[in-house]
């Protein structure tokens, strides 16, 4: 009993807080519904404080369906930047579209439920439940902002290709069920070691299954809605989605490949090597070619995916903790990112988020040019900033497993990827200005850009603490 | 007498699917989908799953039939259909003939290992279908029933969001 209120501890928590929520977004005033994000912020720093398991214990509940350890929790942490950040972020964004609604911040913490359970399942009807609660947020938030078609379009294709998604996930699921007998990790990892893998159906269920999570990461070929959604989606909605939803399927990956599917390993190693090949390999090579420094950062969301894939494919310990870590830089990095971008405002006659609205930043706009240029170089891998340490220990962790020439394709794709981030600094620092762009920056996008770029420099100087958060086992 | 049940259902569902598929009025397409369901929901009583049944007609025919006619009536399309989608006919007929084969093959493989069940027949026909779902759904599979509640709560929070006037 005390078991199973502890396992589920943190999300009922961040369930009650959530409905808090929602009544405090019904007494905030029509102005003050920023209040509701700041609430919720407070909130989640509470539930994540609550929930800490002390000396990395690990729990499992209610028949062994979820599980509460230092993993879940490390993902949690994720989690609770993304919405720390995009909360802090989106606040003047919002306000001066005239979509400050309190349901913004309500939907993004109840996605983080959805998110906790898909990391902490053990049992697929778990993973699936909460995988869905996160998918519907989404849909939401990428079609919040009513009055721009691009929004529009952005939720519908969102809501549709997801559908789609889960709909082929759930038919991988029920091969699997009706191969194995049961949902949960354990016996599914039981049942192929007992009898093999030689059955037609069982490896039908199993890629079935991992090609809808793929879908949730944007792994190449399951990728072409990402574009477009991100691109459309309102900005600090879009800087949340490209960080914690993948980060949640991430997780959810690793844990279900590395118990249920533990037996099976040479073969989604093979899947999930060709989707890491593909995806950093794409995503780098179209981003060379965007304009709109927000397509590219869509782009480069793809190819983030592909090197966490590597930690994926590596599967040693080392890997798994390398994706929290890397999942952990990347909320700080690409949150901080889009923040700025969402800042832009272009009063010439192309969009906000053209490169050419960068041009001469550097000048104008001293302490966001310095944010911008530590995210970019952060995200392009340059030392000693967070985004290096994140793919160093990426790389390390595939050299370790012996996939050296994954790790080789991974530094060259990483070289390439300077280019389009480089890019956007030289226009900020040696381009003239063509357009009159103003940066509407508030205190709170202030306070969020400058909480994400400190973050990248300590974690890029002192790695060793985040990672020693993240060194416990899964299984 | 069990075989020609299904028989008639399976043939039933078959041919309405057809119909459903070919007619250009939107509204007959929908009600055609209305007999599937049905002829669908009749195989799942003669497989002792009374349950997937019940909640056949009342999710499917009840609810989501309706829903499909409200969109059709308020949006009164052309009798042409929504999106001209192109090769819609070629990569319709790959994409079911994929799933065929995936059906028959998995239909072939008779060796589906699984695993057998903790209710024996006795149990069911002591208890019935639903009773055991039921038992089963708020006890081992409490969690991701609560998890679900959580879901609609959220997707009705972004319904009326996303609806309301501002």
Request: aromatic share 16%; glycine share 8%.
């Amino acid at each position: 009993m005390v078991e199973n209120l502890v396992s589920i501890m943190p999300e009922l928590l961040m369930t009650i807080f959530g409905l808090i929520l929602i009544v405090i977004d019904v007494i905030a005033g029509k102005n003050s519904k920023s209040g509701v994000g700041y609430f919720g912020i407070f909130f989640i720093i509470v539930a994540l404080l609550a929930s800490i398991p002390v000396g990395g214990f690990k729990i499992f509940g209610f028949g062994g369906t979820l599980v509460w350890d230092m993993y879940s929790f490390a993902f949690f942490f994720v989690f609770a930047i993304a919405y720390i950040l995009s909360t802090l972020g989106s606040v003047d964004y919002l306000r001066e579209r005239g979509i400050l609604k309190g349901e913004f911040y309500t939907i993004m913490f109840f996605s983080i439920i959805g998110m906790m359970f898909m990391v902490s399942a053990t049992d697929l009807s778990v993973l699936y439940a909460g995988m869905e609660t996160m998918a519907i947020s989404m849909y939401i938030l990428a079609g919040f902002e009513k009055g721009n078609l691009k929004s529009n379009e952005s939720g519908l294709k969102y809501f549709i290709i997801g559908a789609f998604s889960s709909a082929i996930f759930l038919f991988g699921l029920s091969y699997i069920y009706g191969y194995t007998g049961s949902t949960k990790y354990v016996d599914i990892a039981n049942m192929i070691q007992a009898n093999g893998l030689n059955n037609f159906n069982i490896k039908l269920g199993m890629v079935m299954m991992l090609a809808g999570l793929a879908f949730k990461i944007s792994a190449v070929p399951f990728h072409m809605w990402a574009p477009d959604v991100y691109t459309g989606a309102p900005t600090p909605a879009t800087g949340f989605m490209t960080v914690a939803p993948k980060a949640a399927a991430m997780g959810a990956i690793v844990r279900f490949v590395w118990i249920a599917l533990e037996p099976a390993a040479a073969q989604w190693q093979l899947f999930f090597s060709i989707l890491a090949v593909l995806t950093m390999t794409y995503g780098n090579l179209v981003a060379l070619a965007q304009n709109n420094v927000k397509r590219m950062l869509a782009y480069s969301a793809i190819s983030h995916a592909g090197y966490m894939l590597i930690g994926v494919v590596s599967a040693n310990e080392l890997g798994y903790q390398s994706i929290a870590l890397y999942t952990m830089i990347y909320g700080f990095m690409n949150i901080g990112a889009f923040t700025i971008i969402s800042l832009l405002k272009n009063n010439g006659v192309i969009e906000n988020e053209r490169i050419e609205s960068f041009a001469g930043l550097g000048k104008k706009y001293p302490v966001v040019s310095l944010a911008m240029l530590i995210f970019m170089f952060s995200l392009a891998g340059i030392p000693p900033l967070a985004g290096f340490m994140g793919k160093f220990y990426i790389f390390t962790a595939a050299v370790k497993s012996g996939i050296i020439w994954l790790a080789i394709i991974g530094v060259i794709n990483s070289v390439i990827a300077c280019y389009y981030y480089m890019r956007v600094t030289i226009f900020m620092y040696f381009k003239e200005s063509e357009y009159d762009v103003d940066v509407n920056m508030k205190p709170a996008s202030f306070i969020a850009s400058m909480i994400a770029a400190l973050f990248v420099i300590i974690i890029g100087v002192f790695p060793s603490f985040f990672m020693d958060l993240v060194k416990y086992m899964i299984v | 007498m069990e075989q020609l049940g299904f028989y008639i259902l399976a043939f039933l569902a078959i041919i309405s699917s057809i119909f459903m598929i070919t007619r250009e009025n939107p509204v007959h397409s929908a009600l055609w989908m209305l007999l599937t369901f049905f002829s669908v929901a009749g195989i799942f009583v003669q497989l002792n799953a009374e349950f997937i049944a019940a909640i056949q007609v009342l999710v499917y025919a009840g609810a989501i039939l309706v829903l499909y006619l409200f969109v059709v009536m308020l949006l009164n399309p052309k009798s042409k259909g929504f999106i001209r989608i192109p090769f819609r006919y070629v990569l319709g007929i790959v994409a079911s003939f994929v799933i065929f084969v995936q059906v028959l093959l998995t239909l072939q493989s008779a060796n589906v290992i699984g695993k057998a069940g903790v209710y024996t027949q006795e149990a069911y026909k002591q208890y019935g279908n639903v009773k055991l779902f039921g038992y089963e759904l708020f006890s081992n599979y409490l969690v991701p029933f609560e998890v679900v509640s959580i879901m609609l709560l959220v997707a009705m929070i972004g319904a009326i969001v996303l609806a309301k006037k501002d």
